[in-house]
C-alpha cells in the first residue's frame, strides 16, 4: 500500500536558517510525491511536486525538495526560513484506487521560525 | 488560475440537523472531486471521491448515508452532513483535479474549508 511517513511532529527553525521538513515513503512502482502546506483555518496550498525526472524539485516560495530513491525519501527544503513560512506542512504519495489517483497525506509537521 | 471555491467558510448547528457544503471549481472543469476531513492537529482523511454524474465512491469506514455526496456538474460538488452529531463537528475540506489531465500530472486544488460545529 502506498504510504508517506513524517518522523517529526514540529520543526524549529530561527529565521534566516535552512530548513528541512522530512518524508519518507513506501510505495510499489514509481512514486508520485507532493508537498502541501496549509495556513490556519485554511485548505492546502501545493507547492511541489516529483513524478519524474531531476531529483531536485524547485517550487513555490522558495522551497524545494529533493527525491531519493534508495533512501526512499523526498525531504523539504528552504535554504532561508521566513517567519512567514510557519504553517503546516503535508507530504503526499499519489495512489491510484478504484479508477481514481488519491493522495494519500502523512500526518503533517509543524513548522515554526522564530525571529 | 484553478481556484476552488467552498462555502460556507464556517456554519454551526444543531444536533439533528442536516448541513450542506459547496465546493465549486471557478475557472475550470473538475472532472473529480474529493472530500476529505481532518481532525485537530491531525492529517486529511480522505472521505469520498466524486465524478461528474455518478456516485461517489466512499472509503471504508465512510458512512455513505451520512455524507452525502452529489456531483451535479463539472464545476459543483456537495457534501450533506446528515442528522449532524456532536462527533462530526470538523474541519472538511474539497479539492478537485482538472478536467483532461492525468491526475499524477495535476497537483488537487483545495478550497479553504469548512469548519462544521454541531452542537
Known amino acids: 500500500a502506498q504510504s508517506v511517513a513524517q518522523p517529526e511532529d514540529q520543526v524549529n527553525v530561527a529565521e534566516g536558517n535552512p530548513l528541512t521538513v522530512k518524508c519518507t515513503y513506501s510505495v510499489s512502482g514509481n512514486p508520485y510525491l507532493f508537498w502541501y502546506v496549509q495556513y490556519p483555518n485554511r485548505g492546502l496550498q501545493f507547492l511541489l511536486k516529483?513524478?519524474?525526472?531531476?531529483?531536485l524539485v524547485k517550487g513555490s516560495y522558495g522551497f524545494e525538495a529533493e527525491f531519493n530513491k534508495s533512501q526512499t525519501s523526498f525531504h523539504l527544503k528552504k535554504p532561508s526560513a521566513l517567519v512567514s513560512d510557519s504553517a503546516l506542512y503535508f507530504c503526499a504519495v499519489s495512489r491510484f484506487s478504484g479508477g481514481y489517483n488519491k493522495l494519500i497525506f502523512g500526518a503533517g509537521t509543524r513548522l515554526a521560525v522564530h525571529p | 488560475g484553478a481556484v476552488v471555491s467552498q462555502h460556507p467558510s464556517w456554519v454551526i448547528c444543531k444536533s439533528g440537523t442536516s448541513v450542506k457544503i459547496e465546493c465549486r471549481s471557478l475557472?475550470?472543469?473538475?472532472?473529480?472531486m474529493f472530500w476529505y476531513r481532518q481532525f485537530p492537529k491531525q492529517s486529511l482523511m480522505l472521505m469520498a471521491t466524486?465524478?461528474?454524474?455518478?456516485?461517489?465512491?466512499?472509503e471504508q469506514g465512510v458512512e455513505k448515508d451520512k455524507f452525502l455526496i452529489n456531483h451535479a456538474s463539472l464545476t459543483l460538488s456537495t457534501l450533506t452532513v446528515t442528522s449532524a452529531h456532536p462527533e462530526d463537528s470538523s474541519f472538511y475540506i474539497c479539492?478537485?483535479?482538472?478536467?483532461?489531465?492525468?491526475?499524477?500530472?495535476?497537483?488537487?486544488?483545495f478550497g479553504n474549508g469548512t469548519r462544521l460545529t454541531v452542537t
Open positions: 466524486s465524478n461528474e454524474g455518478s456516485k461517489a465512491t466512499y
Open positions: 479539492s478537485a483535479s482538472i478536467r483532461d489531465r492525468g491526475p499524477a500530472n495535476s497537483p488537487l486544488h
Open positions: 516529483y513524478i519524474t525526472g531531476d531529483n
Open positions: 475557472d475550470f472543469q473538475a472532472t473529480t
